[in-house]
């Protein structure tokens, strides 16, 4: 009688031990995935920020996240200019891979990022992670609205599909104080679209901050209490022109308009911080910020600032396409500055790995892991990088080649800057230049860009950079663009088929009551 019974104690006792091994291996699983949130500004320039040596801004919540994380100084965007720049940073790829060139994407392009394309959200959602991006997405949205985020891998998507300005601005400040830039009025509304509806339209600017970050945090705080990793991409309007900031914000900064909606910009990031600390998973989230390109100087002291670095947007010079860049996770990222080289592209390689995805292998990806870099203070695992102009073509390939601290440019072209701007290489009417023999610059003792190289040290550099974009060039293949046509139908219109259009596109309450709606409830 006794031997049963201690056979089945036994038997309790194992099925015992077998149960909270499970807990426990499902609870060191779920530890090996860590929460990511990608901070992405718009039109950021690399002298921007008080940690980058601006005397005049403030960012408060951006100086703590620099001081416990680490600071890049030799960051790359992979474009100029916006939606090249954001597939790069999606997909691990240069845009003209992906057929995202020669331009941006406009309230009326009927194109989008090809649904062949595999982006960072597909990778981490196949790995268990809840996703969502709130913001600026830039990469079409199409008939059916079939080229938004839900369609590319994002569980959740709350936003403006493309810039501010590609839009009639009614509201840029509190209270009722008009844009400062010219605004198109020929197209409709901005939309503010949750999931593939429009919610609101037109957007209002004095609280779109507060409703994205109401959003954002929204979504951390779900995912925490289930437990459910999650990657978050918050993809801000600030501070692209039209600057525009709520009542609490406006008149807040000694650097006018563009200080304006900088601090609000750092109000939100510090909202993501006291979000992740209060649900818990601050020890646990990897956190990235950095910016889609440089800044727009046309707008002179309301377009942003490149510090000491060579033109803006635009341009491949340093100022149009090297961007301000933090990591931080506590206990992992290891804090301090960067002279190490990284880009966009590597952002999607770096989150894939880290959260357990597959990154694809049948197709050239162009990112590489930072993950030397951001734990081990080791070197980066680049040491070339490739600049594409704003409007490349495939008989010019790249405009420049970086290879370890040299850059040669093979072409040169003005950007968006007016002739008030001193630099008459950054006008948007200097045409194009080809150099041959090309232009050499060692960044690391002239990051400006003003002294060319010359001479022995010239010669054994040069040959080696030409050989190797040579051959970068002929292997590129390049996707028929994109970017390839417009129609006023293609206009996101809250009314189909009213008029008189665009302006009968207006609907939506206030944006409180239609937030977080079953779509988001779901994750």
């Not at 969502?132 to 569980?155: E, R």
């Not at 037109?202 to 109401?214: G, I, K, V």
């Not at 995912?223 to 609490?248: D, M, W």
């Amino acid at each position: 009688m006794c031997l049963p019974l201690l056979r089945r104690q036994l038997l309790n006792m194992s099925y015992k031990v077998l149960l909270c091994t499970a807990v426990v291996l499902a609870a060191a699983v779920s530890a090996d995935k860590p929460n990511i949130v990608v901070l992405f500004a718009d039109d950021l320039g690399f002298g921007d920020l008080a940690v980058y040596g601006h005397p005049t801004s403030t960012t408060p919540n951006l100086d703590k996240m620099a001081k416990e994380g680490l600071v890049f100084t030799q960051f790359y965007s992979a474009s100029p200019v916006c939606s090249p720049s954001r597939v790069a940073l999606l997909t691990g790829r240069y845009q003209t891979r992906s057929g995202i060139w020669p331009g941006v994407f406009g309230a009326a392009s009927t194109g989008g990022i090809p649904h062949n394309e595999t982006t960072s959200a597909e990778v981490l959602k196949q790995a268990g992670y809840a996703t969502a991006i709130v913001g600026k997405w830039h990469l079409g949205v199409g008939k059916n609205q079939t080229y938004l985020p839900t369609n590319h891998g994002f569980d959740y998507y709350m936003g403006i599909p493309y810039s501010h300005d590609m839009c009639p601005c009614l509201i840029c400040f509190y209270p009722n104080q008009a844009c400062f830039d010219k605004c198109r009025t020929g197209d409709t509304p901005c939309p503010i679209f949750e999931n593939t509806r429009i919610i609101k339209q037109p957007a209002d600017f004095t609280t779109l901050t507060a409703t994205y970050t109401n959003a954002a945090t929204s979504f951390i705080q779900k995912n925490a209490a289930g437990k459910t990793p999650f990657y978050l991409y918050l993809a801000y309007q600030h501070t692209h022109h039209p600057q525009f900031a709520s009542k609490e914000f406006r008149n807040s900064s000694i650097r006018g308009t563009f200080g304006d909606s900088l601090s609000e910009l750092d109000w939100s990031v510090g909202e993501v911080f006291k979000t992740l600390e209060s649900s818990g998973v601050a020890d646990n989230t990897f956190v990235f910020f950095t910016s889609d390109n440089g800044p727009s100087l046309t707008r002179q002291i309301r377009g942003g600032n490149q510090g000491l670095l060579k033109c803006g947007k635009g341009t491949t010079y340093e100022g149009g396409m090297r961007e301000p860049a933090i990591a931080w996770m506590p206990g992992k990222v290891t804090p301090g500055r960067t002279m190490e080289l990284a880009a966009t592209v590597d952002v999607f390689v770096t989150i894939s790995k880290m959260g357990g995805g597959k990154i694809p292998t049948d197709r050239p990806i162009d990112g590489v892991d930072m993950a030397p870099i951001l734990f081990n203070n080791e070197k980066s695992n680049r040491d070339f990088y490739y600049y594409y102009p704003f409007g490349p073509n495939p008989d010019d390939g790249v405009f420049a080649t970086r290879y370890k601290q040299y850059k040669a440019h093979f072409y040169t072209k003005g950007g968006l800057a007016g002739k008030p701007y001193r630099d008459e290489d950054c006008w948007g009417s200097t045409p194009k230049t080809k150099h041959d023999p090309p232009l050499l610059f060692d960044l690391v003792t002239d990051p400006s860009e003003r002294h060319p190289l010359s001479g022995k040290v010239y010669e054994e550099i040069i040959k080696q950079i030409t050989d190797m974009t040579m051959k970068f060039n002929k292997e590129m293949t390049w996707h028929e663009s994109e970017i390839h046509g417009s129609n006023s139908s293609a206009m996101p219109c809250c009314k189909p088929g009213c008029s008189p259009f665009p302006t009968c596109c207006a609907c939506g309450q206030e944006i409180q009551q239609h937030l977080f709606s079953p779509a988001l409830e779901l994750l």
